[in-house]
């Protein structure tokens, strides 16, 4: 009642081997997110809000790669074990995985090209579960975190990056803070972990 308030979601985006150290497109530093992703999910699962966890799912031949003219080395072929969800992820029981990249004329950064195993968008998912509001974690800063936080918002959602829980590539150095003005120019908010609970307990949590 009185509020018109939705529900929260949180995206993990790509905590996958391949983007991680030692990774075909390792993030400098991007393990020591961890804790600090976990400590997202945990919070999420335990109120029984949704936490979606989005992979990066190439074909082997595709125009994202160098190989085929794009901007990047191999890296997330479907199967392999760089496209795995990092072992350090704790990932609860219902977590829903979106894939994106599977079409190999496209780059797709944002979360909001993923698709379920059913072939259901990111987007009708979330409204389908009265979601309004997305808390955005992972890796990259400069690339799918960015690209993912200004399409939620394009999308009219809510949108609070947590920043202690991203990390970026800085192909060119400074790129992750340019990210970050992007992503504010547009109107997403930025917040830490450890503010989480009080934010939602703000929220309406259905
Ligand atoms: C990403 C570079 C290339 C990302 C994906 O997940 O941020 N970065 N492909």
Partial sequence: MGSERGRAALLVVDVQYDFLPGGALGVPE???????????????ARRGLPVVATRDWHPPETRHFKTYGGAWPAHCVQGTKGA???????????ALVVSKGMDPEEDSYSAFQAFTDQGRDLESVLREKGVDEVFIAGLATDYCVRASAIDAVKRGFRVRVLKDAIRGVDVKPGDSEIAVREMRAVGAQFTETRSLGGLLNIAKTK
Avoid: Q, S, T
């Fill in 30 to 44: 991007g393990d020591a997110i961890l804790p600090k992703v976990n400590r997202a999910v945990e919070v999420f």
């Fill in 84 to 94: 795995r969800f990092h072992k350090g992820l704790k990932l609860p029981r219902g």
